[in-house]
């Protein structure tokens, strides 16, 4: 075990030293970090509660009392901009952890089965997620999650909805890595020593996999985090929590865009712009750093 | 050109499977809502009497086994039977055709302008790698791909809805102008459909842009390109004749794919501009609780989307000269 360990530091250490020359990379690391500790101190620094209702102050533009203005009730958008932080990234990051774990079980499955009937069919389930447009599938997972009779809450099944639906296209990548890492020697050793199916899907091939499943993480939360928004404007959100979501649904609902109200909807939307932008830069350079195909292009 | 036929026959079947799968998940789903699916055929606000809802029962055919409804339910799709929509008091069927063509034309013009931009400026930056054009177009396109598209609708109903005043920002005609021919009335819905389709082709610029230009910058490094120049061939004779032809393949597979995300972005952006199109169905549909509806959207925009597929398909094979020999 010391020893393994001692391997992953290694190898993190070099992998890091190659990163840190990538420069977009980076931006997109920093971007993604200042993001983080927002999303943790955010909710303690915030000037006012951004649930308070204040109708002495609706519709206010920014001033020095409210450094981005109030929304229809009042209520400080600052706060539920910071507050939203911390929301908007849980919701991506649990959506995305249930992705990746349907994305590379699914993947790692179809590819080690390939010949079989049961690879053919899941390759066939990964088309169909593929083909279906998402937005409309995830709308009918979260109406069909919120009547059934065991009542979830809200804030999960937007997580939910969203997880089961963005999986397909990381088990096509495991997929297809997988048919090329069964072929390889050790595979074929661990084999003849006696390894069952069982131990070499999960103690061979899937730690040789896991690096690019790491890469496709770091997309998929910033692609879970536009799906949230979505879902949230169209009204499947959960009103409890503040997210850029929500924010940007109450800003529409309420007309800010033909009201001039612009501070009620620019935050919101640029928080998510920026926040995606930051973290495809750090997905792609780890895609380059960790595929070592890519790198040399 | 046999093996043409077979290639195109295989795809148009795997289309047709897909197409029943959709079917079947569509039944399963909805069938896994509330424990009687005749309280989801009603209205939420109606407190349904047990008479009434027997009733239902009994005409949806709820009452028989779950695998005699799925033929039922099969049977009933291929006949256009897509239920009743209790918001709009019509069968779905009627519903949805009055709406359905409003999005093809948005998603139409949406994605030709994306298709063709993302074509031009992807060939031209590749040519420039590395240069100014290449470096900002490149960063462009990353911050529309990045934006949710219905946010950037609002962003745009700010600037020319309440500030300059200029453009139409919501439906598909003005609602208050006569028409006293065709020629305005074309004209009116074009100006509706500038800021729609503009939106939507922004977003989905980035995925046509960079596949053109990342295929382009593998081609221009093959043998025959080189041959190309040593020939003499002017730079934009290579760029334009040898280079980009090579290069559209797999930009067309690439609007294959991408089909499922327009449809995705056209559905936000309908709700924003209230474009009477499926997406805004779609809103509707959610708002007013009206499942039969939604279940028939989800069922025609997924099978749209899959025909079209095919129809992808079966152009690439035409271009790619492989397939043919």
Known sequence: MGMRWHLYKKRLKSTWNVYKRNKKGMVGLTITLIFIFIAIFGPYITPYDPKKIDKTAMWEPPSFKHWLGTDNLGRDILSQLLYGTRISLLVGLFATLISMALGTLIGLLAGYYAESLLGELLERVIDFFLVIPYLPLMIVFATVMREMEIKLPLFWIVIIAIGITGWSGTARVVRSQTLSVKERQFIERARSIGAGDFDIVFRHILPNILPLVFAEAVLTIGGSIIAEAALSFIGLGDPTHISWGMMLNYAFTYAAPLRGAYWFFIPPGLAILILVLGMTLTGYALDEVLNPRLRER | ?325
């Open chain 2, 1 to 325: 050109m046999r093996r043409m036929g077979k290639a195109i026959l295989m795809k148009t079947v795997n289309a047709i499977i897909t197409i029943f799968a959709v079917i079947t998940f569509n039944f399963f789903l909805f069938r896994v809502m509330p424990g009687d699916p005749a309280r989801v055929l009603l209205p939420k606000q109606v407190r349904a009497s047990p008479e009434l809802i027997e009733k239902l029962r009994r005409f949806y055919g709820l009452d028989k086994p779950l695998h005699v409804q799925f033929m039922n339910y099969v049977v009933q799709v291929f006949q256009g039977k897509l239920g009743y929509s209790f918001a709009y008091h019509e069968p779905v069927a009627r519903v949805i055709m009055d709406y359905i063509w409003n999005t093809i034309l948005l998603v139409g013009v949406g994605e030709g302008i994306a298709i063709i931009l993302g074509i031009i400026l992807g060939a031209v930056a590749a040519w420039r790698r590395g240069e100014p054009f290449d470096l900002t177009v490149t960063a462009l396109n990353l911050i529309f791909w990045s934006m949710p598209e219905f946010w950037l609708g609002m962003v745009f109903i700010l600037v020319f809805g309440r500030y300059l005043k200029i453009l139409p920002i919501s439906g598909i005609v003005d609602p208050w102008l006569f028409h006293e021919n065709v020629f305005s009335y074309v004209a009116d819905v074009l100006r509706h459909l500038i800021l729609p389709s503009t939106t939507l082709a922004l977003i989905m610029l980035a995925s046509y842009y960079m596949i053109m230009r990342n295929t382009l910058i593998d081609v221009t490094t093959e043998d025959y390109i080189r041959t190309a120049k040593a020939k003499g061939f002017s730079e934009k004779e290579i760029l334009w004749k040898h280079a980009v032809p090579n290069a559209l393949l797999p930009t067309v597979t690439t609007v294959a794919i991408g089909l499922a995300s327009v449809i995705s972005g056209a559905l936000t952006i309908e709700i924003v501009f209230s474009w009477p199109g499926m997406g805004w169905l779609t809103y509707q549909a959610i708002v007013r609780r009206d499942y039969p509806l939604l279940q028939a959207i989800f069922l025609i925009t997924s099978a749209l989307v899959i025909i079209a597929n095919l129809f992808a398909d079966i152009i690439y094979t035409y271009l790619d000269p492989r397939v043919k020999i």
